[in-house]
């Protein structure tokens, strides 16, 4: 179980004076990711030098679409294997783990499309994830007694977990029923269940409303000041520059930027990965000033 789960935030900014330079090293990181590649036949979709993400902080990663963004969230968390590289947590080399021993070392992942079972209840939703993210099903076989003590406990997190994201008058209603916004509290309440200390959300914001976006951004802020590190990946950049610390851009499969949400806008290499490289082709071949000089392009402004 991880034991810095609640540990409070330091009341620093320990990301200030950091370089907003692409695989720039971190004061603290929690995830370090080395020369991981994942291709699908002939198409690399994620190649990533290095990338460190910092412990206790808000981490979005942005970049268009088929950027690579899900394919990396996949392969870190064990949800897909790498074709190369290896990544580190919390200093331990987990390259190639499963999602349960990760989620077991305290890195869980949420998805685009939640993944709540219609045909269950809320709790019993909640239940599951906690066994199936910690993998003790051969706990009830082999100990009953203290199966059931663990059962109350998880039954216990689970409620609480439903008090706090306002769920738990759904306790006890099929998770079908749901909205779109309801199953995003509920994917990633289920999350909180193993206790994780790192959180990588998939679009947690992606078709809600924007009370229930609100509510969402409130929910995320208030588990980095509890100390838990959030990874997200997002679109809306309106919830990106709200509640980011730090933002990483990926582009082709690549890490291309990275730095405070303010610099993200004005950076050249993600208006190029936004609207394409050529959009100042036009200025950058042959277009000469009065004294002659060609405007460089691929610079940050
Ligand atoms: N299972 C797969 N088989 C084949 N190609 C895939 C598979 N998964 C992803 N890809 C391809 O890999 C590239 C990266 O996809 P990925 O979903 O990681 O991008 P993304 O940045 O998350 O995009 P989006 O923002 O649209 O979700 C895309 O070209 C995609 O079509």
Redesign the pocket.
């Known amino acids: 179980m991880p034991a810095d789960a609640a540990r409070p935030r330091s009341p620093l900014a320990p990301l200030d004076g950091v370089a907003p330079e692409p695989g720039v090293r971190k004061p603290d990181p929690l995830l370090v990711l080395d020369g991981v590649t994942r291709a ?2 002939g ?1 690399v ?2 190649r990533v030098d290095h990338l460190e993400v910092q412990r206790g902080a808000i981490t979005a990663l942005i ?10 969230f996949n392969v870190v968390s064990g949800f897909d294997r790498a074709d190369g590289g290896r990544w580190s947590f919390d200093g331990q080399p987990l390259s190639g783990r499963s999602a349960h021993q990760m989620a077991r070392r305290g890195l869980v992942r949420t998805f ?1 499309l939640t993944r709540t079972l219609a045909r269950l209840t809320v709790l019993e939703n909640m239940k599951l994830a906690a066994v199936g993210q910690r993998g003790e099903r051969l706990l009830p076989a082999l100990l009953p007694p203290l199966w059931r003590g663990q059962e109350r406990e998880i039954e216990r997190r689970a409620d609480e977990l439903l008090e706090r994201f306002q769920l738990a008058r759904l306790r006890d209603d099929y998770a079908g029923t749901l909205s779109g916004g309801q199953r995003k509290l509920l994917e990633l309440a289920r999350a909180l269940m193993a206790q994780p200390v790192m959180v990588l959300l998939d679009e947690p914001m992606a078709g809600v409303n924007p009370a229930l976006t609100q509510s969402l951004l409130g929910h995320i802020t208030q588990l980095r000041d509890e100390g838990l590190t959030v990874c997200f ?1 997002e ?1 809306d950049m309106d919830v990106v520059m709200g509640i980011s610390d730090w933002v990483a851009v ?1 582009a082709g ?1 690549r890490l291309v930027a990275e730095g405070p949400p303010h610099t993200i806008g004005r950076n050249r290499a993600v208006v190029d990965a936004y609207l394409g490289k050529q959009h100042d082709e036009p200025e950058a071949t042959g277009e000469t000033g009065e004294a002659g000089e060609t405007r460089e392009t691929g610079e940050e402004e």
């Open positions: 699908f036949g198409l979709a994620v970049g268009p679409n088929g950027a690579g963004k899900t394919t990396l685009q990946v679109h990926m499969g």
